[in-house]
């Protein structure tokens, strides 16, 4: 096997640290094993770890605690938009927080639906919420547009302060978006799902509030009513989106989730396919040269072993992955790609695919001593 000198001392303190512990020791057949006092901690800090996991589960990523967590945010997000489009004279910040404080409600009655589990219930209103929403926008985007071309219109009077206010909530907007995609499409809850595109809504409407704010300080105070009008267009389309959904939902039907998968997902799924050809390289390199071993040594890797924290949260990179299933898809680029080649029915490493391992290689010992 490869020589990793740095992990082997490393591995050697680490263990004689734990024997003058007491807390493992050197078995009769040459392995280490735990003392009693070992298996004691080693008990005591996988009980930990299953505690926090089941906090974590129970407090962010489970359905009612996403939904519950909205209503927070929604509710402070309404009272600072709210005060600073009356302190400033916005009339889109003051919209945009009468908006928020309707997403709060609705957001309240979802979370109550939720716990009765009356899942359609809350879609319907979140669903309603969204086409008021677009309704409202192409109503005050139009009456900005007649009232500036018939009539003057006064200028916002902070225009810094609704955009520093603004742009904290586009961040926020962000954030929840990405959590209630996250949460909707890992556990299949299809009001989350229309939570996430309502506050992918509220992020079109605080781009449109922060270009009025920042070209009304330039005297300019028709583009953000034109970006209103189509963004109020963008938001109807998912309501219609949306409320297909939900009659598929209703009449029984599965809904295809796959497309309200968060974004950046296929790059991850595209990472950690790399993550392990890379390690097919370094098996095949260490003489592990049969489709089975090399299935074996990927599942000991990503699959069997013990992560803190991670394993208890279905978040290892083998989880899920069907190693022997989708082996060929694997091993087929590095193929194509001439990093390994068969020969007499086992797999080798060709001289591009040592360049390759090399260079990743001197790649981390660099990153190492930086």
């Known amino acids: 096997m490869r020589e990793r000198t740095e992990e082997k001392v490393d591995v050697k303190m680490e263990c004689k640290r734990l024997i003058e512990d007491g807390?493992?020791?050197?078995?009769?057949?040459?392995?280490?094993?735990?003392?009693?006092?070992?298996?004691?901690?080693?008990?005591?800090?996988?009980?930990?770890?299953?505690?926090?996991?089941?906090l974590l589960e129970k407090h962010v990523l489970s359905p009612i605690a996403a939904v519950r967590n909205t209503?927070?945010?929604?509710?402070?997000?309404?009272?600072?938009k709210l005060l600073t489009g009356l302190l400033s004279g916005s009339a889109g910040l003051i919209a945009d927080g009468a908006d928020a404080t309707v997403d709060t409600v609705s957001a309240f009655i979802v979370w109550v639906g939720e716990k009765a589990r009356r899942e359609a219930l809350g879609t319907l209103v979140i669903i309603s919420m969204v086409f008021i929403t677009a309704i409202t926008i192409g109503?005050?985007?139009i009456t900005r547009i007649v009232n500036i071309t018939t009539t003057s219109v006064s200028p916002i009077s902070?225009?810094?302060?609704?955009?520093?206010?603004?742009?904290?909530?586009?961040?926020?907007?962000?954030?929840?978006?990405?959590?209630?995609?996250?949460?909707?499409?890992?556990?299949?809850?299809?009001?989350?799902?229309?939570?996430?595109?309502?506050?992918?809504?509220?992020?079109?409407i605080a781009i449109a509030v922060i270009v009025g704010a920042a070209l009304s300080i330039f005297n300019i105070n028709f583009i953000d009513a034109l970006v209103g009008a189509f963004i109020s267009i963008r938001i109807f389309r998912d309501g219609i989106e949306l409320s297909r959904e939900l009659?598929?939902?209703?009449?029984?039907?599965a809904v295809d989730l796959s497309r309200y998968e968060i974004p950046f997902k296929e790059y991850w799924k595209l990472s950690k396919l790399e993550t392990f050809r890379?390690?097919?390289?370094?098996?095949?390199?260490?003489?592990?040269?049969?489709?089975?071993?090399?299935?074996?040594?990927?599942?000991?890797?990503?699959?069997?072993?013990?992560?803190?924290?991670?394993?208890?949260?279905?978040?290892?990179?083998?989880?899920?992955?069907?190693?022997?299933?989708?082996?060929?898809?694997?091993?087929?680029?590095?193929?194509?790609?001439?990093?390994?080649?068969?020969?007499?029915?086992?797999?080798?490493?060709?001289?591009?695919?040592?360049?390759?391992?090399?260079?990743?290689?001197?790649?981390?010992?660099?990153?190492?001593?930086?």
């Open 278 to 370: 890379i390690w097919i390289l370094y098996s095949v390199e260490d003489g592990l040269n049969t489709k089975e071993a090399l299935i074996e040594s990927l599942e000991t890797a990503f699959r069997r072993r013990y992560f803190p924290t991670l394993s208890e949260s279905r978040y290892s990179l083998g989880e899920g992955f069907n190693f022997e299933e989708k082996f060929n898809d694997l091993i087929r680029p590095l193929l194509e790609d001439k990093l390994i080649a068969v020969e007499d029915g086992k797999f080798i490493l060709t001289e591009r695919g040592k360049r390759r391992i090399n260079g990743i290689f001197r790649s981390l010992r660099y990153r190492g001593a930086k």
């Open 158 to 204: 902070a225009p810094y302060l609704v955009i520093l206010v603004e742009g904290a909530a586009l961040l926020i907007a962000c954030l929840l978006y990405f959590y209630q995609r996250y949460v909707g499409a890992r556990n299949g809850s299809l009001v989350l799902l229309a939570q996430s595109i309502d506050s992918k809504n509220h992020i079109y």
């Open 247 to 253: 009659v598929t939902f209703i009449r029984g039907e």
């Open 139 to 141: 109503y005050e985007s």
């Open 23 to 54: 807390l493992i020791r050197m078995g009769e057949d040459g392995e280490y094993e735990l003392t009693e006092n070992g298996k004691v901690e080693a008990e005591k800090v996988a009980k930990e770890m299953a505690k926090k996991v089941t």
């Open 71 to 80: 209503v927070i945010i929604n509710a402070c997000l309404a009272m600072m």
